[in-house]
Structures are given as structure tokens and as C-alpha cells.
């Protein structure tokens, strides 16, 4: 069995208004909700007292506000990377997303090959600044599911949808290379759900 080099722990943000809503948010920034912020204080109290070096969060807003409240107890600032953003729904930005079923796909949207490139560069930027430290980076629904499609190498659709506020662990070993994965059905197939 091989060292652990990082312990990553990914997770979602908390609800927003736009998720109750089922409108589709892709890169703007987000508004936590009520639901939201008590998820968060949730996973708060649960991680007060273990040990973390390091809280990574996304550019966006709400997985931002999500890291600063789960980070509250630790006294560590949050490290920002838009590596960790979520994925770019182009047109289908801000629109309700069951009226989206069976729409053909806007141009804009952000493809499934640069989505993965992200994933993959997210987890050569926490292996490569984070060494033998525990990490705890908080993303997004379909980018998170990109981490962990890269990280298993598996295509996405293999990858469980977290809910808000989960937190799942992966091991990054010394001898971790991320391989690129792509899925050979088409990407409308699992983003929209």
C-alpha cells in the first residue's frame, strides 16, 4: 500500500436560490439560501475539530461563502482557483433547467475535453502545492464530477451526483498521474440533470 501524499476532500457548495429554483448557474457567482448556509454550518461543526491544512474553494461566490463558513474554526483563509469553477452552460445560463431537456445544445457551451483539462490541472495544482497535507476544496455539481472522473478514471457519467453540501475524500499517492478520460457518449447525456 502506497503513502498517502494528499488527502483531498472535495465537496459541494451549499443550496442557493437558483438551485431551489432549478435555474441553471454555471459560472456566475450564486447566492447561498437559508438551506445553504445551514448545510454549510453543518459540515462546519462535523469538521471543527480534525485536522486540516489547507481550504480551496472556487472563484465563484457560493463555494467561496460554503469554504469560509466550513473553515470558520480552522482560522485559515480560503484559497480561491477558478481551476474549480463550474461548468460554463453558455446560453442555458439562468434558464429553468427541466425547460432544457431535449433543447439542441448552445455553441457557448463550455466543451466536455476543456472541462476535464480543468479537472485534470485542479488536481496537478492540489498535488503539486498541497504535499502531505489534508486539503479541503469546495466546487461545484458537474466540475466536482469532472475531479472525480479524472481522479478514477472513469467517464462521468460512471460518477455519482453529490448533493449540496457532501464531502467525499480522494487520496492523491506519491505515484498519482491523472490519465485524460474521454467519454465517448455524447456530453448531453449526463451534465443536465
Avoid at 139 to 145: F, L
Amino acid at each position: 500500500m502506497l503513502d498517502v501524499m494528499v488527502k483531498l476532500y472535495l465537496m459541494r457548495h451549499g443550496e442557493t436560490v437558483d438551485n431551489a429554483r432549478q435555474v441553471m448557474q454555471g459560472q456566475v457567482q450564486g447566492e447561498l439560501n437559508d438551506m445553504g448556509r445551514q448545510q454549510a454550518e453543518a459540515v462546519r461543526d462535523e469538521w471543527a475539530d480534525r485536522h486540516v491544512d489547507a481550504f480551496v474553494a472556487s472563484d465563484l461566490k457560493r463555494s467561496y461563502d460554503t469554504a469560509c463558513i466550513v473553515a470558520e474554526p480552522h482560522g485559515l483563509k480560503v484559497v480561491t482557483t477558478p481551476l474549480l469553477r463550474e461548468r460554463d452552460w453558455g446560453d442555458f445560463t439562468g434558464r429553468f433547467i427541466p425547460d432544457l431537456k431535449g433543447q439542441p445544445w448552445p455553441d457557448n457551451v463550455e466543451k466536455l475535453d476543456h472541462l476535464l483539462g480543468r479537472a485534470r490541472s485542479f488536481l496537478h495544482y492540489i498535488y503539486k502545492h498541497y504535499p502531505n497535507q489534508t486539503v479541503l476544496a469546495v466546487g461545484h455539481g458537474i466540475v466536482n464530477k469532472a475531479v472525480q472522473a479524472v481522479y478514477h478514471n472513469c467517464q462521468m457519467r460512471e460518477v455519482t451526483r453529490m448533493t449540496n453540501a457532501e464531502v467525499r475524500l480522494l487520496e492523491l499517492t506519491h505515484d498519482y498521474k491523472p490519465e485524460p478520460v474521454v467519454d465517448s457518449t455524447n456530453d448531453k447525456n449526463f451534465c443536465i440533470t
